[in-house]
């Protein structure tokens, strides 16, 4: 934070320095040793001036500061992170808007993402996306203040001619245009970057960016959904969905599972679910387990908010998951169990009793139907699996005086033998 509005300072009395020391924290965050002179800075154009770090980049270790293992580069990388959005979020009503800070920062990093240097590729592809990230809170910010300034202005000019205020209709006039210019900016900012840096990074050799692609993308969607939840954007989730990495195919996932459990996004999901729901489902038996964990969430949420996508043979598909064993993927499946065939329903049992007239419990049609999985199974000697991938979930897995009650009582007048 003091490091953010330290440099804000300086760069509201020197620009130029002030710039050259952000250019050259990101050069430096690469693990650059190269230093950027303020003639370089004046002469050069970025390209050029990447040129010249390139020649001074020992590239022989092949570890940088986004990839070196320990405690002080983990936190390192938190901190890259954060300030980028800091810078972001302190500048956010006036710098960001200047036509100078965000066009060179914006110009520098969408070149140097497209270096041929690991480092310099990877540091400034995570710096930029997360530079969009940060903008896509800017952008959610305007638009609250858009509407609030529409709201007021609206009801400024609802009121009879005697008791406007003249002025304060043309203050907030000239607000909203200035927001509404804000707006496009930050909006034309944001499609820029995304056809600079992501577009050619979601493919990247390094699964790494791949990765921060698909997790970042997620964020956009779920943050700033009037933007970017279309098709024209989840189609990039879609395709990488089939990553041959196991970490990249996991953020698809998890960047989708906020998306698909939701009640308000759920319609503008119809077509990309229509076009990849088979490949989600497959992924339930993906090789690596988190995955295929991951996968059965997604499914569960598919199944709530979007019941009529599944088809019986894709819920049966997931069912024989409870027999994996893998228990995090056995448990979720047994999620999946409980929310299409163990939900619980009063009515099924409110006229129950037994030959002896005893009341039967709410759980008793659950345990039947569970039995009667089993048996349909033909896993007869896995019981133990099911069993195990309920138990914590389900309460009638404990419900012994109902299972007493099913082998020792005779079924009643309403109830099959």
């Known amino acids: 934070q003091q490091t953010v509005d330290d440099w804000i300072e300086e760069y ?4 130029d320095g002030a710039l050259l020391k952000l250019m050259q924290y990101f050069i430096s965050a690469s693990g650059c040793k190269g230093k950027i002179t303020s003639e370089m800075q004046v002469t050069l154009e970025h390209a050029d001036i990447i040129r010249r770090m390139t020649e001074e980049f020992d590239e022989e270790s092949g570890e940088y500061p986004l990839t070196t293992p320990g405690q002080y580069w983990k936190k390192f990388r938190g901190n890259f992170c954060e300030f980028v959005q800091l810078l972001v979020k302190q500048c956010q009503y006036s710098i960001i808007y200047d036509q100078y800070l965000m066009d060179n920062v914006i110009s520098l ?4 993402s497209d270096s041929q240097v690991r480092a310099f590729r990877h540091t400034s592809t995570m710096a930029a996306l997360k530079l969009m990230t940060a903008l896509v809170d800017v952008a959610l910010t305007v638009s609250i203040n858009l509407d609030n300034t529409a709201r007021q202005y609206d009801s400024e000019r609802a009121k009879s001619k005697d008791k406007r205020a003249a002025d304060r209709l043309e203050v ?3 607000k909203r245009q200035e ?3 804000n707006m496009d900016e930050i909006k034309n900012m944001l499609t820029y970057m995304f056809k600079s840096v992501f577009v050619h990074r979601y493919r990247d050799t390094l699964p790494e960016i791949r990765s921060i692609c698909m997790q970042e993308i997620g964020t956009w969607m779920k943050k700033f959904h009037q933007n970017f939840l279309d098709d024209s954007y989840l189609k990039y989730i879609g395709w990488t969905l089939h990553d041959k990495v196991g970490d990249v195919r996991l953020k698809c996932l998890q960047s989708l599972e906020p998306l698909y459990a939701s009640e308000e996004l759920k319609g503008k999901l119809e077509l990309f679910t229509s076009k990849f729901k088979d490949r989600i489902v497959s992924m339930t038996l993906d090789k690596e387990f988190d995955v295929a964990v991951e996968a059965v969430k997604l499914v569960i949420s598919i199944l709530k908010f979007h019941q009529e996508i599944l088809s019986d043979k894709d819920c049966e598909h997931v069912y024989e998951l409870v027999y994996s064993s893998h228990r995090a993927v056995a448990q979720a499946a047994g999620e999946f169990l409980n929310e299409r065939l163990f939900l619980p329903d009063e009515e099924a049992v409110r006229d129950l009793r037994t030959k002896r007239g005893k009341k039967r419990l709410p759980n008793t049609p659950l345990i ?8 349909e199974s033909e896993l ?7 069993v195990d991938s309920l138990i914590e979930s ?3 897995m404990k419900d012994w005086e109902c299972m007493t009650d099913l082998l020792i009582e005779e079924p009643g007048p309403m109830e099959e033998g």
Request: aromatic share 10%; glycine share 4%.
């Open 172 to 174: 907030l006039m000239t």
């Open 109 to 112: 990093l969408t070149q140097l």
């Open 12 to 15: 509201k009395v020197d620009r």
């Open 394 to 396: 389900n309460p009638m």
């Open 380 to 386: 007869h000697e896995h019981g133990s699996y099911l």
């Open 179 to 181: 927001l509404e210019e």
């Open 368 to 375: 039947r139907d569970l039995v009667q999985f089993f048996i």
